[in-house]
């Protein structure tokens, strides 16, 4: 359960872009030609103030992820939204370098690539062994199947992968 909390802010963070298309404001895309025309300046953005708010509420709870042994919650934070948006952002990239149209399913890489940036982003600051990293991978791999087959159900997302 501690791997879960830990990686709370990586998760929700995954979670909230999806939520952007719902903004009637200024959203252009990062790049189209690279990513698609579904990664957003402000689906990034979002991702990233998502990944802080969560490390701050975590702070503010008085526990903050264990693992964090050498970094403020800040840090945790900007390296869990970055790495969120970036392992997604080049996941499509390589997509759409091999021909792979937006919203085409690709296992894993779907499921796991935000997981991968989160945790290579805050590698610096934090220890897990392999055997968390195996865990955390495993339970994401699965909880990312269920929730994006939910959110589709729910009209959130447009594919469920």
Known sequence: ????????????????????????????????????GHKTVVGFALALATGVLTTAAQAGLGRPAVWAVHAPWLWIGLGMGIGVAAGDAIKSLFKRRIGIAPGARWLPFDQLDFAVGALLLVGPWITLSAGDVALILAATFVGD??????????GIKASPW
């Open 145 to 154: 199947l269920l929730v994006n087959r939910i959110s589709c159900a729910l």
């Open 1 to 36: 359960m501690s791997l879960l909390y830990f990686m709370a802010p990586a998760y929700l963070a995954n979670m909230a872009p999806p939520f952007v298309r719902y903004w009637r404001g200024w959203n252009r895309p990062i790049s189209t030609r690279l990513f698609g």
